[in-house]
């Protein structure tokens, strides 16, 4: 059954993080599903058939099928999708990790190859690409597409050519021993292949400041928080930082907010930002951009209330009354598997593949086999990396899907033995 065959109801109050996870991930998956905010404890007992509003059953999912779910986890709510599953087989020829734009595409040229192909996920199918409202630099998509519409797409594209995918999983551990590679998932499940794609991405950067993880979900939203767009109507909004996905954030909430202030710490867009996307915003009238400025301070008991912005030519601080932070900061890799097993990762942990291993000619210790890596393989033979968690990767969606079709092709090489 498709995403989209689903509609769910999900009620709740407003400034709820459960409820923020939960939008986030229905929203990230392409499943339709209606939010019904909950303003008084009649409402909640009419409606929800709770208590009242401080009823710690809420959220509430109902399903089309009658289903209600009360507080569910993300895990449940896959369940009950039918998503969550267990390997089908003992062994794979391929697994990857991570279904972002990498990840989907390697699973769909791995299994229209022949490959018997799992992908491991630890969240929400579709990765970065699937919190951007509208990708619009991805070939033959004239008009721009949403991140999560193509993700599905990608997803039921893979699933026919006998993909399985295995969500909210997280690979753990690797150890690669005789030509397979065993991955440990977080709950302990082993997944055997024969060849091994990490395309686990990058996770976002935080500003590390005090308050900062009690606000999560509840003002301040890591990445560009599609699904809560319409609750910034006529607020003011702050995205922080430079890149792309800042200016899409920025783009997409200005349909909503008054006001969108981007937040940068140098001293234009025009360095870090595609030019159409600087032309837009230049000349959106609710857009303003604070460059060479940080944001030193959060406060909000509960949900975020205002923020501290000091300007660093000036050195001075103001506070600002928002309820909406989002932070597009870019990201760091997670690749600490990688380092356990030897495999060479760069000073900021990205994984090192093919002639990037070479230094003068040389093949690295580790390296075992008489022949060079190929162009996506990392030091341990067998093991590729593709996308935005690949040292000197360019960040881009196209780019991810070019890297997991062409780690596909190397896979065949490593398994014909050549
Ligand atoms: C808001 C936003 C807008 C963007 N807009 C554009 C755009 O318009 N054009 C463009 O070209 N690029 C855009 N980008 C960049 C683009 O989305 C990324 O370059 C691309 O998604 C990288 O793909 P990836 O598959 O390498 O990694 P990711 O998209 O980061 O996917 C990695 C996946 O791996 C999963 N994962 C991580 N660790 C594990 C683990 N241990 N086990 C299992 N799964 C794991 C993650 O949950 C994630 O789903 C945007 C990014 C963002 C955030």
């Avoid at 140098?266 to 996307?277: A, H, N, P």
């Avoid at 030193?296 to 949900?303: E, I, K, M, P, V």
């Avoid at 086999?369 to 360019?394: C, I, K, N, Q, W």
Wanted: glycine letters at 12%.
């Amino acid at each position: 059954m498709s995403a989209k065959d689903h509609i769910i109801k999900l009620y709740g109050t407003r400034g709820s993080a459960t409820a923020y996870s939960i939008r986030d991930f229905l929203q990230r998956s392409d499943v339709p599903f209606q939010w019904i905010e909950l303003a008084s404890d009649e409402q909640a007992r009419a409606e929800a058939s709770v208590a009242g509003l401080a009823d710690d059953k809420l959220p509430v999912c109902l399903f089309d099928d009658g289903t209600r779910l009360e507080r569910p986890t993300l895990r449940q709510i896959t369940e009950k999708l039918g998503w969550f599953r267990n390997p089908s087989r003992a062994e794979y020829d391929l697994a990857i990790y991570g279904a972002g734009p990498a990840g989907l595409s390697a699973a769909v040229y791995g299994a229209s190859e022949g490959l018997k192909t799992v992908v491991i996920e630890r969240s929400a199918i579709g990765g970065q690409a699937g919190t951007s409202s509208r990708i619009e630099n991805y070939l033959g998509f004239p008009d721009g597409i949403p991140g999560a519409d193509l993700a599905e797409r990608a997803r039921d594209q893979a699933c026919r050519f006998g993909a399985e995918f295995l969500v909210m999983r997280e690979g753990v551990r690797g150890e690669f021993v005789a030509g397979k590679g065993i991955g440990t998932l977080a709950d302990g499940t082993k997944i055997v292949a024969r060849a091994t794609i990490c395309a686990t991405g990058v996770n976002y950067r935080r500003l590390n400041l005090p308050n900062e993880d009690s606000l999560v979900g509840l003002g301040v939203y890591y990445g560009a928080g599609m699904s809560e767009a319409s609750f910034c109507k006529g607020q003011h909004v702050f995205v922080v930082g430079g890149g792309n996905s800042a200016g899409q954030a920025a783009m997409h909430f200005s349909q909503y907010a008054s006001q969108v202030s981007i937040v940068i710490r140098g001293d234009s867009l025009r360095k870090t930002l595609s030019e159409y996307l600087v032309d837009r915003i230049r000349s959106s009238p609710n857009i303003e951009v604070l460059s060479q400025t940080e944001i030193t301070a959060l406060d909000g008991n509960g949900s975020l209330r205002a923020i501290t912005l000091k300007d660093k030519r000036t050195g001075e601080s103001r506070t600002v009354d928002t309820n909406h932070l989002f932070l597009c900061l870019g990201g760091s890799p997670h690749t600490q598997w990688a380092q356990d097993v030897g495999i060479v990762r760069d000073e900021e942990g990205y994984l090192v593949t093919g002639p990037d291993l070479l230094k003068d000619g040389k093949r690295p210790p580790i390296w075992v086999l008489d022949r060079d890596p190929y162009y996506l393989e990392t030091s341990m033979p067998g093991v590729f990396a593709a996308g935005d968690v690949r040292h000197g990767s360019v960040k881009r969606c196209a780019s991810a899907v070019g890297e997991g079709a062409m780690a596909v092709a190397f896979v065949h090489r490593y398994l014909a033995g050549a």
